[in-house]
Structure formats: structure tokens, C-alpha cells
């Protein structure tokens, strides 16, 4: 069981930067892939990015790639997710998640946080 607690949301100006952290309780944390998605109003959950947990390979959406960085610190069982350059598009409901595969579907996520709201305002 791994429970996860997102932080870091709020309000920032496009162009800025905000970074979020996810909290992961359970020893076993980094035998899981770590992944961050969003879901903006009226839209689907998307994949944003994710981190495997034994050698930190990453993978990103091509919405974000370049803007955001994902990385993750085992002996802290805790995540962040950089992100740069914000746009209005950015603004969603960010949600940490925890699996067991590299995996952009949201369906091979076991585990998932509550969300933070980050607004980006253009």
C-alpha cells in the first residue's frame, strides 16, 4: 500500500515557474514507477510525466517536455515535478500516482494522490 500527498499548487503568472512535491508513504516506494497527471476542467485525465523507481528513467508528455522536469528521491520516498514556462494551458488539477510500469495510461496507476490546483494566469 503506498499512499501519496500532493503539495505546491497555487496561482502563477505565465512564463513563471512552480514546483510541486509528492509525499509517498510505505517503504516499498521505490520499487514504483512515479507519475504526474493533470485534469483540467471539462477535459480528460492526462499523462504529464513519470519516473521509474530504480534507476530514475524518465518520460515526458510532448505538451511539457523541455518545460517541466520530473525527479525523485528514494530514501525520502517523495517526487517533485519542475515546471517552467508555465502557459495558461497548464492549468489543471495535478495528481501524483504511483505504479508499477513506465506507463503514459493512467489505468497502470495503482496508487494516487488527492491534487493540487495549479492555475496559471496569462
Known amino acids: 500500500q503506498v499512499q501519496l500527498v500532493e503539495s505546491g499548487g497555487g496561482l502563477v503568472q505565465a512564463g513563471g515557474s512552480q514546483r510541486l512535491s509528492c509525499a509517498a508513504s510505505?517503504?516499498?516506494?521505490?520499487?514504483?514507477?512515479m507519475g504526474w497527471f493533470r485534469q483540467a476542467p471539462g477535459k480528460e485525465r492526462e499523462f504529464v510525466a513519470a519516473?521509474?523507481?530504480?534507476?530514475?528513467?524518465?518520460d515526458y508528455a510532448a505538451s511539457v517536455e523541455g518545460r517541466f522536469t520530473i525527479s525523485r528521491d528514494n530514501a525520502k520516498s517523495a517526487g517533485d515535478l519542475q515546471m517552467n514556462s508555465l502557459k495558461a494551458e497548464d492549468t489543471a488539477i495535478y495528481y501524483c500516482?504511483?505504479?508499477?510500469?513506465?506507463?503514459?495510461?493512467?489505468?497502470?496507476?495503482?496508487?494516487w494522490g488527492q491534487g493540487t490546483q495549479v492555475t496559471v494566469s496569462s
Open positions: 500516482a504511483a505504479g508499477r510500469y513506465m506507463s503514459s495510461l493512467s489505468t497502470n496507476y495503482d496508487y
Open positions: 510505505g517503504r516499498t516506494f521505490r520499487s514504483y514507477v
Open positions: 519516473i521509474s523507481g530504480p534507476n530514475g528513467i524518465t
